[in-house]
């Protein structure tokens, strides 16, 4: 078993494979969603289609295969998705007259539907939302967080102005951050991408961004204010309340897959998989131990108290294999089951039993009655508790105090001399594309977002700096910078 | 507006476009899911999800590009699926070494999963399902029941033995046959369909095939016994407990967005759609009425009564647009809503509101106490009705006393010339291709299945016929045949 300190890749693939999470395909890119990588997928789709439907939005489907004309009534667009996509250019025998793309999003083909339903202002907002398949050939992949098909939800909606638009935008980034941190146990950072990270085709981007253990960075969710770009390259257009006709303005936004690989990455240790309860495929594990001969007694009292936390919804499992309690306690951590209990004759016997969070070392024994809300209790807690972890362990990888180049170069040189991490360095940036590059250049290090003021916890302001790290010339803007999945 | 009697074909597609639940898109035979459509899938998804879950079968994803070679290692799969694929040839620029078939059904990406993932006896049974897109490149389209592009279910599962696998086939069949009549309220016959009507690749195959209102049949969900067939061309083996490598024995088994279609078709009139209301969208609509100066009043009434249903987790809406009543009660029967309550001053002075079921001529007053009581009842009895009443249409369409080829052909063409629907028949058939492809050529009719004992209400036995209608010859089976979408 490799550790996260001795490699962190090598360690990541080893942990989602040993909590069998997933497999590979013979499509490269491809990778196969295995049940218990697949549930932590329907508990976010859960929770977000219950804040949808708050929001009154809803779902809808729309067909994979979009026309190649399609995307190149928008160049932004096709120029930033053409260089990933795979066509289907023959169907039953036949070559086809024009080729069609496997979608990489669905702003075209929501566009074009959108220019046919939405006709007076009275149809407006229009918010609708998919789940969906997508596809973006990728060059190098990594399972969860890149891989050349992957699933998402996106979002899209259409607006009589620029403020309903923006309003949508900044709302639907809010609750991606609350899904990170309520649900997955994530500290997000949440703030604006810069023009050369935007979403082909945006006017502007948002993005809720993560650090994993590796102080590399993740976008786990994105919101794009697309103003009326989409709106006239499809011909949306509503007649308002003078009787004009002018263009909505549209957003999209979503969050993918990635978000399992970010959430493993986040919270699981050199025992292996570590999972926020609130996503677990198995939020308590049942382990009888003792002599054989008293195991019927025992079973009968597992079988008794899983039912008690079945019935407040919670999800359960008794591992009564021919395995030894050891290889089950091992085994279970390498799953990342939230809690594991014990249960021997001699509990019984005392009216307790024994239980451990994943997260935690020690277990203890706790009286059996209430179990069930002492077990919702307890898992409760390490659901703060990860976050909580979480969030210690950004304060301490992130770094305001760098200010040039040279700093930087070396500030990482010393992390990597160290076998630490170099976590996000906080810049000034003089708002040119030649920066970004000349960062990016010398230490691998892109831009992640222009950060809204609300990441120090016990401060009020975010540190602003005043002069661009690589120009020396005041500084645009103050910009999260690290290395990225 | 065209009536079922008039048109049927353009009844339906009159149908589901004025309640809003498709509409075309610009790649041929790929349909939008609108809303209020793609809302009946996702009620269907969470009842399939919750029997599912009582089953032990555990949702998964697979890639949905599969590689050329894996199609040709199964003989009859390839060639029943191939006139119908699309192919990816070209990805991000370059053309691909082999074709990737967007997937038509996934028992070959799976199998050769499976024959990775088991190993011995102890890992049987391997019970998995998946919600996916499919593409099957289809020359005649119509919405919802056959599109190029659809979304399903498809499980897949591997035992130990025949008894096993066979005991999974017919128990899947069972939750559909559940499925579509106590959650769509569409009766199904239940049969084994003729050889010729096999999945491509399976040993057999079953189905429940379900009569619309033009005595037309869909077949609307499929369960297939394998045999050793799959296995031994992806190389499904594991150790028994004799410690020998034998063949896993496998089933799949599917039902996909058709349903929709079936659903419509069964229930829907002349005034619009019809659905049942555990699947509605909205099953309940309230309708102020009364004169302006009294809506205040009236609002604030019904935002009482809508919490009381909201309350019991009634899916309902309010309608205070400013359209007439009139407008708003015709609007909502052809959308389908399966309860409306129009609330009116005179009513709120009497403690009453106004009922009327989807599929009722009547409306009725009833007291306002436990209002949400009384609706759930209502909504229940409508439930009940539908069903009921697609029964008794069935019944009225099955013919069983029709002995030859010529007593076909007079009955088809008398219906036709009474516009009356020629409906199922049930007939005797000496076995052969050619019996089936003979009636087919002079009728249209096709083998639906050969029924399970269990159709005539108050028979105990189903009709046996002893010769065969085609060839005169003793009949080997008795089955359904009818016209078919």
Chains 1, 2 share one sequence.
Not at 223 to 230: I, P
Not at 371 to 384: G, I, N, T
């Amino acid at each position: 078993m490799v550790t996260r300190k001795e490699d962190f890749s090598k360690w990541y693939l080893q942990t989602i494979q040993q909590a069998d999470l997933m497999d590979y395909s013979p499509v490269r890119g491809c990778m196969i969603f295995k049940p218990n990588g697949y549930e932590i997928w329907e508990h976010i789709q859960d929770y977000f289609n219950k804040r949808l439907k708050e929001e009154g939005v809803r779902n809808a489907y729309f067909p994979m295969l979009i026309p190649e004309s399609f995307f190149t009534r928008e160049k932004d667009h096709i120029e930033g998705f053409s260089p990933e996509l795979p066509w289907v250019t023959e169907a039953a025998g036949e070559v086809l007259e024009e080729r069609l793309a496997l979608r990489p999003t669905s702003e075209t083909m929501i566009g074009d539907a959108f220019s046919k339903w939405i006709n007076s202002y009275r149809d407006l907002p229009y918010e609708i939302n998919q789940w969906a398949n997508v596809f973006r050939w990728e060059k190098r992949t990594l399972p969860f967080l890149r891989t050349s098909e992957f699933l998402w939800q996106e979002g899209h909606t259409a607006h009589a102005n620029e403020e309903d638009a923006r309003q949508r935008t900044m709302r639907m980034l809010g609750i991606y951050a609350e899904l990170l941190e309520d649900l997955l146990a994530v500290p997000v950072f949440m703030g604006e991408k810069t023009p050369s990270e935007r979403f082909a085709g945006a006017v502007q981007t948002f993005s809720v961004e993560a650090m994993m253990q590796d102080g590399k960075a993740v976008q786990a969710g994105t919101s794009h204010y697309m103003g009326t770009k989409f709106a006239e390259a499809f011909n949306i257009r509503y007649l308002n309340q003078d009787n004009e006709h002018v263009y909505a303005h549209t957003t999209s936004w979503g969050v993918s897959t990635r978000l399992i690989g970010s959430v493993i990455m986040t919270h699981s240790d050199d025992q292996g998989l570590v999972l926020p309860p609130a996503i677990a495929p198995q939020q308590v594990v049942f382990i009888p131990v003792g002599p054989k001969k008293k195991l019927a007694e025992v079973m009968s009292k597992v079988d008794e108290l899983n039912e008690q936390l079945k019935a407040v919804g919670l999800r359960t499992y008794i591992d009564d294999s021919d395995n030894s309690a050891g290889y089950k306690f091992n085994e279970w951590e390498l799953r990342g089951a939230a809690l594991r209990i014990e249960v021997g004759p001699r509990d019984i016997e005392n009216n307790q039993v024994i239980m451990k969070a994943r997260d935690e070392d020690e277990k203890y024994a706790i009286a059996m009655d209430s179990l069930s809300e002492k077990v919702q209790q307890a898992l409760e807690d390490m659901q703060k508790r990860l976050l909580q972890k979480a969030r210690q362990r950004n304060q301490a990888n992130m770094y305001t105090n760098i200010d040039t180049l040279d700093e930087l170069v070396s500030h990482i040189e010393s992390k990597k001399a160290a076998n630490e991490v170099p976590g996000w360095v906080l810049i000034g940036w003089d708002g040119s594309e030649e920066s970004e590059a000349k960062i990016k250049e010398l230490t691998g290090f892109t831009t992640r977002n222009i950060p809204f003021n609300q990441y120090f916890e016990g401060e009020d302001a975010l540190v602003k700096k005043e002069t661009c790290i690589v120009t020396g010339k005041p500084a645009q803007e103050t910009v999260w910078i690290a290395r990225a999945y």
